[in-house]
């Protein structure tokens, strides 16, 4: 009995899809913390990490004050940010995709990603600081900004089109993305030089000079909008059928729509706040993990979540070192990687489909 229920285990490929995707994200991890520009000796990081978490080097060795600062203030809380962000990005990708049933959905083509933006880009120019929030202003108004601007796709395209029609979505989504670039551009020419840089910079995507204040800000948000998203799989995969068929399967259509919309903006929108924009990711990964398993979101989303996190650390990773010691921004390096591959997987399904 004991062996038919391993054996049963050892070929499950689900199972085999999970442990990959954990190897995967581990592997990348490691690979983030223990691989840079500067060198040291992996004793003595294994030994920085071991002071730091359990309060004793695992090879008896003194940690180096210069060595504890780069691994613990700074390639740590890096890499952890790259898996947040990453993972952020490609479940909210993963749950537009099936609430809107077309793998070309994600953050950036229904206008969410651009509403963030112009929330966190208002509190940079601005210098926005809500009392009660303090360092929370900046994400709370980030993730705002991208619901308002769902919000408002959903607006004109119920007046659009009653049916709320998936392609009029998509439009309605790229016309209001269009609009607040050009908000964007204009709260730019104003700025002055150095407002100006920090801006662009920040919208090419970035995750370095980052600290564990911001792993801090991003957290909470994560666990809030994770939890969201996975309790309304099954919702997911009945939109898959359309909304009537949905309704008919005992779905609360619009209240499942509303929890799947506030899980997605608010990890988008936090996402943004501390990494600016990175695109592709919340495109290509769930399209990639969808091709792999199949179209069942219980195991779309956690496997969305472990591979949109390691890909972010491996482009992280690839943005720090290909240029040494400059760094390119990290949203440069995922559309680098993320636009032939997802060009890829579009002309082999059309040639699978022909």
Request: proline letters at 3%; zero cysteines.
């Given at each position: 009995?004991?062996?038919?229920?391993?054996?049963?285990?050892?070929?499950?490929?689900?199972?085999?899809?999970?442990?990959?995707?954990?190897?995967?994200?581990?592997?990348?991890?490691?690979?983030?913390?223990?691989?840079?520009?500067?060198?040291?000796?992996?004793?003595?990081?294994?030994?920085?990490?071991?002071?730091?978490?359990?309060?004793?080097?695992?090879?008896?060795?003194?940690?180096?004050?210069?060595?504890?600062?780069?691994?613990?203030?700074?390639?740590?809380?890096?890499?952890?940010?790259?898996?947040?962000?990453?993972?952020?990005?490609?479940?909210?990708?993963?749950?537009?995709?099936g609430l809107l049933r077309n793998p070309l959905a994600d953050p950036y083509t229904i206008g969410?990603?651009?509403?963030?933006?112009?929330?966190?880009?208002?509190?940079?120019?601005?210098?926005?600081?809500?009392?009660?929030?303090?360092?929370?202003?900046?994400?709370?108004?980030?993730?705002?900004?991208?619901?308002?601007?769902?919000?408002?796709?959903?607006?004109?395209?119920?007046?659009?089109?009653?049916?709320?029609?998936?392609?009029?979505?998509?439009?309605?989504?790229?016309?209001?993305?269009?609009?607040?670039?050009?908000?964007?551009?204009?709260?730019?020419?104003?700025?002055?030089?150095?407002?100006?840089?920090?801006?662009?910079?920040?919208?090419?995507?970035?995750?370095g000079m980052r600290g564990w204040e911001h792993v801090q800000l991003i957290v909470p948000f994560?666990?809030?909008?994770?939890?969201?998203?996975?309790?309304?799989?099954?919702?997911?995969?009945?939109?898959?059928?359309?909304?009537?068929?949905?309704?008919?399967?005992?779905?609360?259509?619009?209240?499942?729509?509303?929890?799947?919309?506030?899980?997605?903006?608010?990890?988008?929108?936090?996402?943004?706040?501390?990494?600016?924009?990175?695109?592709?990711?919340?495109?290509?990964?769930?399209?990639?993990?969808?091709?792999?398993?199949?179209?069942?979101?219980?195991?779309?989303?956690?496997?969305?979540?472990?591979?949109?996190?390691?890909?972010?650390?491996?482009?992280?990773?690839?943005?720090?070192?290909?240029?040494?010691?400059?760094?390119?921004?990290?949203?440069?390096?995922?559309?680098?990687?993320?636009?032939?591959?997802?060009?890829?997987?579009?002309?082999?399904?059309?040639?699978?489909?022909?």
């Open positions: 009995m004991e062996n038919s229920f391993i054996r049963k285990f050892l070929v499950n490929k689900t199972v085999w899809l999970y442990l990959v995707s954990g190897g995967f994200v581990l592997s990348t991890a490691l690979l983030g913390l223990f691989v840079s520009s500067v060198a040291f000796p992996l004793s003595a990081i294994l030994d920085v990490l071991s002071v730091k978490m359990f309060g004793t080097a695992i090879f008896g060795g003194e940690a180096v004050d210069n060595i504890e600062v780069i691994i613990w203030e700074i390639r740590l809380p890096r890499v952890l940010l790259a898996l947040f962000v990453g993972a952020s990005l490609s479940v909210a990708g993963a749950s537009f995709q969410v990603s651009s509403g963030a933006a112009l929330g966190a880009v208002a509190v940079l120019y601005f210098q926005i600081t809500i009392a009660f929030l303090g360092s929370y202003t900046l994400p709370v108004i980030a993730i705002l900004g991208g619901f308002i601007t769902m919000m408002g796709v959903f607006i004109i395209t119920r007046l659009a089109s009653r049916d709320l029609n998936i392609e009029t979505i998509i439009l309605a989504g790229i016309i209001i993305s269009a609009f607040i670039g050009a908000v964007i551009s204009l709260i730019i020419a104003l700025s002055d030089r150095e407002d100006m840089r920090q801006i662009l910079y920040w919208l090419m995507g970035n995750i994560f666990i809030v909008g994770v939890l969201l998203l996975l309790s309304r799989a099954s919702d997911l995969n009945a939109f898959a059928l359309g909304e009537e068929s949905a309704g008919h399967l005992g779905v609360n259509v619009q209240g499942g729509k509303v929890m799947i919309l506030v899980g997605a903006s608010l990890l988008t929108g936090a996402s943004v706040a501390v990494s600016g924009s990175i695109g592709f990711v919340g495109l290509v990964i769930p399209h990639f993990v969808r091709l792999i398993t199949g179209p069942d979101h219980k195991h779309v989303l956690p496997l969305s979540i472990l591979t949109g996190g390691g890909f972010l650390v491996l482009a992280d990773l690839i943005s720090r070192t290909l240029i040494a010691p400059k760094e390119l921004p990290i949203g440069v390096i995922t559309a680098l990687i993320g636009a032939p591959i997802f060009a890829l997987l579009l002309i082999r399904e059309r040639m699978r489909r022909g």
